[in-house]
Nanobody, 132 residues
Framework: QVDLVESGGGLVQAGESLRLSCAASVRTSARTFSRYAMGWFRQAPGKDREFVAG????????DYADSVKGRFTISRDNAKVTAYLQMNRLTPEDTAVYYC?????????????????????WGQGTQVTVSS
């Protein structure tokens, strides 16, 4: 069992940046966290939750939704048991609740999971609001 907690959301103006963090619970060791593939999803009002970015457990493979490619960057720091989503050049269309997700992926170290059903662990979400 891994508890994930997002932080870093807020209200910004279009064109600005935010960095979201996803911290695993303190009882999660760096070794355990390093076995997890991580992902970020978002849900805008009235819409389904959608994939935003994913990172393989070895940190070597990433994938992004077309709408955020070139603007968002996913990363991880296993020593801090934390994943990040750096979001640049934000637009009002990026307004949503952002969720981080994780799953054990020891035997798929280079795979990026893009389907929310593939993840076992979820954070509670953090609101990102971008004003025009």
């Amino acid at each position: 069992q891994v508890d994930l907690v997002e932080s870093g959301g807020g209200l910004v103006q279009a064109g600005e940046s935010l960095r979201l963090s996803c911290a695993a619970s303190v009882r999660t060791s760096a070794r355990t966290f390093s076995r997890y593939a991580m992902g970020w999803f978002r849900q805008a009002p009235g819409k389904d939750r959608e994939f935003v970015a994913g990172l393989s457990n070895n940190g070597g493979t990433t994938d992004y939704a077309d709408s955020v490619k070139g603007r968002f960057t996913i990363s991880r720091d296993n020593a801090k048991v934390t994943a990040y989503l750096q979001m640049n050049r934000l637009t009002p269309e990026d307004t949503a609740v952002y969720y981080c997700a994780g799953r054990e992926a020891t035997f798929l170290p280079t795979y990026v999971f893009k389907n929310e059903d593939q993840y076992n662990y979820w954070g509670q979400g953090t609101q990102v609001t971008v004003s025009s």
